[in-house]
């Protein structure tokens, strides 16, 4: 019995290193010594007599055995977390309403699809999705929890942080071949730059990070927007160059049609948030709900790595 508690959280253990990328993120989060979370790692390693993670001086990533088993390790795992809960919970399954909001589209692109299968898994429920790049008044539209990306600055609200988005530079493939391709950032000065303007946001100039080297650019363009469909809809209308995050772009991003510009350079990266007024941080749908993202959106890898 031992030696299967001992795998069972060897397990739980190498699914988060994987998840996180870092073994001093997983030792942060878990509240032990990085050494044990590498010993964990190594005993498992040899209880399977392979190498499940390839170590480097600068990064950390599964084999292609490793990646199998991670793939299994989750599906096990999420069945067991799904039985203990269902126990503890008892009969009372989650039901009613909950009213969602978050920007158009993140929402439509990022959130839905993890909403697809928090909804199977409790048939009971009812979503009122609001899908909106403005900032919601949660009391007075009713909003139970809503999904925000950037820094929160409205008063008297809870913000669970869910992780980071990393942020870079686009264009269509069309547009580079058509104006060039920049290959330092005072080249972006010669190019169209599709602007993100909003109320409480307006970037005259991107600040762009290389190593340890910061970059502060200037850039103009015939086009500014205040939502991210649009910047999208820019990019692909071949306009010009935007910083985004990657999930704007992903199927365009795999077909070549998009591409990165300035890969070896990044803007600051995107905190999402979970929000909802504290009367509502005891409601167990909103607590299901925010548990649920945050594991589909680390399945998917949609934040970036904890250093």
Excluded at 159 to 188: D, H, N, W
Excluded at 189 to 194: D, K, L, M, P
Excluded at 236 to 249: N, T, Y
Aim: charged share 20%; with cysteine; hydrophobic share 40%.
């Amino acid at each position: 019995m031992g030696g299967q508690m001992d795998t069972l959280q060897a397990m739980r253990t190498l699914v988060r290193v994987i998840e996180r990328g870092s073994f001093s993120a997983v030792a942060r989060e878990l509240n032990v010594s990085q050494p044990t979370v590498s010993k964990q790692i190594q005993w498992l390693e040899q209880h399977l007599g392979g190498t499940l993670l390839a170590r480097s001086t600068r990064q950390l990533a599964p084999t292609q055995e490793g990646w199998h088993y991670y793939e299994q390790c989750r599906a096990i795992l999420q069945s067991i977390d799904g039985l203990e809960h269902r126990f503890r919970e008892g009969r009372d399954a989650l039901a009613g309403v909950l009213r969602v909001a978050a920007p158009a589209a993140f929402g439509r692109l990022e959130l839905v699809p993890g909403i697809a299968g928090f909804l199977e898994e409790h048939p009971g429920l009812q979503i009122e999705l609001v899908l909106s790049d403005d900032i919601h008044d949660l009391r007075r539209e009713g909003i139970d929890v809503a999904f925000r990306c950037g820094a929160i600055k409205q008063p008297g609200v809870v913000a669970r942080r869910m992780g980071e988005i990393p942020c870079q530079l686009f264009a269509s493939a069309a547009y580079l071949q058509k104006a060039g391709v920049p290959v330092s950032p005072t080249e972006l000065s010669q190019h169209r730059c599709i602007g993100y303007q909003s109320e409480s946001l307006a970037r005259p100039a991107w600040l762009l990070r290389k190593g340890e080297q910061w970059f502060t650019v200037p850039v103009g363009g015939p086009l500014r927007c205040n939502s991210s469909d649009g910047l999208r809809s820019a990019v692909l209308a071949d306009i010009g160059i935007s910083f985004a995050q990657p999930w704007l772009f992903r199927s365009e991003l795999e077909s070549g049609r998009v591409l990165a510009v300035l890969p070896d350079y990044h803007l600051p990266a995107m905190p999402v948030h979970a929000v909802y007024l504290p009367d509502r941080r005891g409601q167990r749908r909103v607590r299901a709900l925010v548990r649920h993202m945050q594991q589909f959106w680390q399945s998917t890898r949609l934040f970036a790595p904890e250093p």
